[in-house]
């Protein structure tokens, strides 16, 4: 252990006095340099002395204002940021409202359509028949007495068209198209060029039946055809469409097509039969 005498002591702490005596004094030193200068600048320049000083003070203001305009720039950032966010979680509620909105409009739109849906008449090929022309003259004269059971079609023949109505309501029946074609397979678009207009109101109501026979049109084949569907080679199609309002006014049309089958293949039914095959666009409904 180190001990010192109280000599040694009273040394260091005289020489530790000393020193803060030195810069306290320089401290007064340089402040009474410059008081002096600034008494010497305000006594021979106080133009440039104001000057000065007006040039300090706006400079601090300048500091002073600049760092007030940086902390309301970032105030006003951090509010524009959280209007933004909030705005974007607003919008993102606005369009799941929209969506839910817009199902919401197709469910009932469905709704309404199925209602309206329930209540249209809808017709139906019930039966297609081929008859042999009667006389054309006198008390027998009868274009649909002689009917073709089945077998091999005649040279020239006409059709009696039978449609259902399975609907609920009443249709009015506005015109019709019936054709006829011969070959091995049906085209894929069907042609309707004998469209016939109804020159009177023909309704069909719920549940009724309306039995179409075109007296007047004639189905011509050629002996070939008539070699053809004989060999099964060919076939016969007559297919058409039927048009008509429902209690809207709105235009439906119903499209029918069916292959006649000469003879029975184990028990199957002679005479038209309904075309599996067929291209949809000779069966579809609108």
């Not at 053809?228 to 499209?255: K, P």
Request: with cysteine.
């Amino acid at each position: 252990m180190i001990s010192y005498s109280p000599f040694v002591i009273s040394a260091i702490v005289a020489d530790t006095l000393g020193v803060w005596d030195e810069h306290i004094e320089q401290i007064a030193n340089y402040i009474s340099k410059i008081m002096s200068f600034v008494g010497h600048i305000i006594v021979d320049h106080p133009n440039e002395f104001i000057t000065a000083c007006a040039t300090f003070v706006i400079a601090w203001f300048t500091v002073v204002l600049a760092r007030s305009t940086i902390r309301l720039w970032r105030t006003i950032k951090d509010a524009a940021e959280r209007q933004a966010v909030e705005m974007e979680r607003s919008l993102a509620l606005a369009r799941d409202s929209v969506a839910v909105a817009k199902r919401a409009a197709e469910a009932a739109e469905r709704n309404a359509d199925a209602a309206i849906g329930v209540q249209l008449p809808r017709l139906t090929l019930a039966q297609l028949e081929l008859f042999e022309p009667g006389p054309p003259y006198g008390p027998d004269a009868n274009s649909f007495r002689n009917q073709v059971q089945g077998g091999i079609p005649p040279e020239h023949f006409q059709i009696a068209v039978t449609f259902y109505n399975f609907g609920e309501t009443t249709a009015l029946v506005t015109g019709f198209c019936v054709e006829h074609i011969v070959g091995e397979s049906l085209p894929p678009m069907p042609t309707y060029e004998t469209v016939v207009p109804m020159s009177a109101a023909t309704i069909i109501k719920a549940g009724g039946t309306y039995v179409l026979k075109l007296k007047n049109f004639f189905i011509m084949l050629t002996p070939s055809e008539i070699d053809g569907i004989q060999n099964r080679s060919e076939h016969l199609w007559v297919y058409g469409h039927i048009s008509f309002l429902d209690f809207l006014n709105l235009r439906h049309e119903h499209r029918f097509c069916q292959r006649w089958e000469p003879r029975s293949i184990l028990g199957s039914h002679m005479g038209f039969v309904f075309e599996s095959d067929a291209p949809a666009e000779y069966t579809r409904s609108q």
